[in-house]
């Protein structure tokens, strides 16, 4: 089966900026597509933005474009979510997801997820 595993979360003042990282192993994890969501509480888990096996495409939620970037390292088969000029707005769980195919921008489409890193942005 595949695992993902998130890091890199924290409590950040608005402004500052932060680097999500999610591991991936598994023998069933081969050339997936790689998206990132978040879920603040009392709202459902939103699409962040995503990346294809050769980041030859990526998308981005309106609410973050300008400010995050989705990049990854197939050798690590580790994916990552740089996020600057940061905002009370995005504080939330953030979940790193997988699946086989084109990109998506939809939870129901991505096969695995990782257990999530809170990532709080303070006034």
């Known amino acids: 089966q595949v695992q993902l595993v998130e890091s890199g979360g924290g409590l950040v003042q608005a402004g500052g900026s932060l680097r999500l990282s999610c591991a991936a192993s598994?023998?069933?994890?081969?050339?997936?597509?790689m998206g990132w969501f978040r879920q603040a509480p009392g709202k459902e888990r939103e699409f962040v933005a995503a990346?294809?096996?050769?980041?030859?495409?990526?998308y981005y939620a309106d609410s973050v474009k300008g400010r995050f970037s989705i990049s990854r390292d197939n050798a690590k088969n580790t994916v990552y979510l740089q996020m600057n000029s940061l905002k009370p707005e995005d504080t939330a769980v953030y979940y790193c997801?997988?699946?086989?195919?084109?990109?998506?921008?939809?939870?129901?489409?991505?096969?695995?997820w990782g257990q999530g890193t809170q990532v709080t942005i303070s006034s």
């Open positions: 997801a997988a699946r086989l195919g084109p990109i998506a921008t939809m939870t129901g489409e991505y096969e695995y």
């Open positions: 990346i294809t096996w050769r980041a030859s495409n990526t």
């Open positions: 598994g023998r069933t994890f081969s050339r997936p597509a």
